[in-house]
């Protein structure tokens, strides 16, 4: 079971969105990692399209191997700086996983074509709080439970929710089914007196490798 993820998010330059897609793929390829690539299909106004790579780790020292192939590997450094290339801009962000996708009693075998990753900025001294609603949201929630992350290093008030989808018409029935929630629109309060930001982004899954 997956316990880390290393996001290498790569803001597309116009004109080299196909190259870009092509070039993650073949990088999570050329790598011995378990992952997934997925490019931005729906996003804040105010952000920038990207393509991610996502990598899962069981442990920080499987990281650290990573970091050490990659050092010691001179043919696939190439690889990865021609990806980073192609992009305007390259932040790369190490996840705890504290809650993992969960599949619900109804769902099919088989990765999810589709996913929302959603950022939530937590008020200076209240990420603990936010992440125990989270928590207790995800607990309630029937069916299929999304994964809940916080960064290793970095902004200690960030905390990520990741949920995965089938389709696009699940989705939909998903978001409604949150939106008809009394539950959910009460713990909709509760996550807004916690945060300072909430910012979804809606991915398509191109490339999935998985052990």
């Known amino acids: 079971m997956p316990n880390f993820i290393l996001n290498i998010r790569r803001v597309t330059k116009p004109g080299q969105e196909g190259a870009l897609v092509d070039s993650a793929v073949e990088s999570l390829k050329g790598g011995n990692v378990q ?3 997925s490019f931005d299909a729906s996003f804040a ?3 920038d399209p990207a393509v991610t790579n996502a990598l899962l780790f069981d442990s920080l020292s499987d990281v650290e191997k990573l970091h050490d192939a990659f050092l010691s590997n001179p043919e696939h450094a190439p690889l990865f700086y021609a990806t980073n290339g192609m992009a305007s801009k390259v932040t790369s962000t190490l996840y705890r996983i504290i809650d993992p996708i969960e599949p619900g009693p109804d769902d099919q075998p088989g990765p999810g074509k589709y ?3 959603m950022l939530l900025m937590a008020k200076r001294g209240e ?3 936010l992440l125990s609603t989270l928590q207790g ?3 309630n929630i029937p069916g299929r439970k999304p994964m809940i992350n ?3 290093a970095g902004n200690p008030d960030l905390v990520r929710i990741v949920a995965m989808y089938r389709s696009l018409e699940e989705f939909q029935t998903e978001q409604e089914r949150r939106r ?9 309060g509760q996550i807004g007196g916690l945060t300072t930001m909430v910012r979804s982004t809606l991915a398509r ?3 999935n490798h998985m052990a």
């Open 127 to 129: 990420a603990s709080n």
């Open 150 to 152: 916080m960064a290793v």
């Open 137 to 139: 949201i995800r607990s």
């Open 115 to 117: 996913m929302t990753r």
């Open 35 to 37: 992952g997934n690539v």
């Open 205 to 207: 899954v191109v490339y």
């Open 180 to 188: 008809q929630s009394d539950e959910m629109k009460s713990a909709i």
């Open 45 to 47: 106004v105010m952000a």
